[in-house]
């Protein structure tokens, strides 16, 4: 199974950028999908999340101003983020809870990694 996190970038306060995340490989389901961010010399903190059934999370820094959704059908969980502020500034990394096609165990999988940048 594999996460392909894309969607980062440079963009000024107030602006907006999307993240996106596909799924690929031997997934029978796909449970829980969702983002964490890790900032220089922070730890990883989760930044929303999404179940299968669309019920939704955010940690209190981005309510309002970012929104999680996911395609069962592609496979794709997505990060918008409006009026974004410096302190958004991070690597994000996208994760999944698969259950495998090959054993029907739960596995937890993360993206690669995508850098988010925004000046003041």
């Known amino acids: 199974v594999q996460l392909q996190a894309s969607g980062g970038g440079l963009v000024q306060a107030g602006g907006f950028l999307r993240l996106s995340c596909v799924a690929s490989?031997?997934?029978?389901?796909?449970?829980?999908m969702g983002w964490y961010r890790q900032a220089p010399g922070k730890q990883r903190e989760l930044v929303a999340d999404?179940?299968?059934?669309?019920?939704?999370h955010y940690t209190d820094s981005v309510k309002g101003r970012f929104t999680i959704s996911r395609d069962n059908a592609k496979k794709t969980v997505d990060l918008r983020m409006n009026s974004l502020k410096p302190e958004d500034t991070a690597v994000y990394y996208c994760?999944?809870?698969?259950?495998?096609?090959?054993?029907?165990?739960?596995?937890?999988?993360w993206g690669q990694g995508t850098q988010v940048t925004v000046s003041s």
């Open positions: 994760y999944a809870v698969v259950q495998s096609s090959d054993s029907y165990n739960l596995y937890h999988y």
């Open positions: 490989g031997s997934i029978f389901s796909l449970n829980g």
């Open positions: 999404i179940t299968s059934g669309g019920i939704t």
